[in-house]
């Protein structure tokens, strides 16, 4: 496992889950403020590396976005995701805090797996659903969330829920952040829409700690 600290989610959703996270399935960790930054798996680096964003912060993700938002939905165990523009397609397992406060990650794969962060809302709620992934292995390549930096406004993801409706969001914008400058308030914050994150790893590596040193965040809005 890379090192590095790793604090918990915001205070208030901090949590024991019922299980702890074995070892052989946290094989990243969370680093940065609110314990919200994704390593890679493996020791080295491999090729090719992650597409990057384009240049620019995102500060407000929906400022100036003319998409109208669905109306939330009840809550619903989320069970699959799908992004067409990048050719994801990838099942949804919950993840919590491990009993020192850390985020639980999803298993490295294959198959294909994300991780919903189940002390949050699930996807389709009003408020902010957050689902994290893997980048890449240096055993397997690239992960389920290798190309999330590829992402533009307006592409869709579809949320496949166990209630059978399946919540499909508008990308809003995707942000790459050093991991101490983690946007937790637009990541985890609370309110009327209904949101979604997806979060992995990105930006350069490094070669001594073995670990990307951004977070690659896409926000994305309920339309349907």
Same mark, same amino acid.
Not at 93 to 104: I, K, N
């Given at each position: 496992? $890379?090192?590095?600290? /790793? #604090? @918990?989610?915001?205070?208030?959703?901090?949590?024991?889950? =019922? &299980? !702890?996270?074995? *070892? +052989?399935?946290?094989?990243?960790?969370?680093?940065?403020?609110?314990?919200?930054?994704?390593?890679?798996?493996?020791?080295?680096?491999?090729? $090719?590396?992650?597409? /990057? #964003? @384009?240049?620019?912060?995102?500060?407000?993700?929906?400022? =100036? &976005? !003319?998409?109208? *938002? +669905?109306?939330?939905?009840?809550?619903?165990?989320?069970?699959?995701?799908?992004?067409?523009?990048?050719?994801?397609?990838?099942?949804?397992? $919950?993840?919590?805090?491990? #009993?020192?406060?850390?985020?639980?990650?999803?298993?490295?794969?294959?198959? !294909?797996?994300?991780?919903?962060?189940?002390?949050?809302?699930?996807?389709?709620?009003?408020?902010?659903?957050?689902?994290?992934?893997?980048?890449?292995?240096?055993?397997?390549?690239?992960?389920?969330?290798?190309?999330?930096?590829?992402?533009?406004?307006?592409?869709?993801?579809?949320?496949?829920?166990?209630?059978?409706?399946?919540?499909?969001?508008?990308?809003?914008?995707?942000?790459?952040?050093?991991?101490?400058?983690?946007?937790?308030?637009?990541?985890?914050?609370?309110?009327?829409?209904?949101?979604?994150?997806?979060?992995?790893?990105?930006?350069?590596?490094?070669?001594?700690?073995?670990?990307?040193?951004?977070?690659?965040?896409?926000?994305?809005?309920?339309?349907?």
């Amino acid at each position: 496992m $890379p090192t590095g600290d /790793r #604090p @918990a989610p915001p205070t208030r959703r901090r949590h024991v889950p =019922g &299980r !702890s996270a074995r *070892p +052989a399935v946290a094989l990243i960790a969370l680093a940065g403020i609110a314990g919200t930054a994704l390593l890679a798996v493996g020791a080295t680096r491999i090729a $090719p590396r992650p597409p /990057r #964003p @384009a240049a620019g912060a995102v500060t407000d993700p929906a400022t =100036g &976005r !003319s998409t109208v *938002p +669905a109306p939330p939905l009840p809550h619903a165990t989320p069970q699959h995701i799908a992004i067409p523009a990048i050719d994801v397609a990838a099942d949804l397992v $919950p993840v919590a805090a491990g #009993p020192t406060g850390e985020l639980e990650v999803p298993p490295a794969g294959p198959p !294909s797996v994300a991780g919903w962060y189940r002390l949050g809302v699930s996807p389709g709620e009003a408020g902010n659903a957050v689902v994290v992934g893997h980048v890449d292995s240096r055993d397997s390549g690239p992960a389920a969330f290798f190309a999330l930096g590829r992402l533009r406004p307006d592409d869709r993801i579809r949320v496949t829920r166990a209630d059978a409706r399946v919540a499909t969001f508008a990308v809003d914008g995707v942000g790459s952040y050093p991991k101490t400058a983690f946007p937790t308030a637009l990541v985890y914050g609370a309110g009327p829409v209904p949101r979604l994150r997806l979060i992995t790893c990105g930006g350069p590596f490094d070669e001594r700690t073995h670990s990307y040193l951004d977070n690659v965040v896409v926000y994305a809005t309920l339309v349907g």
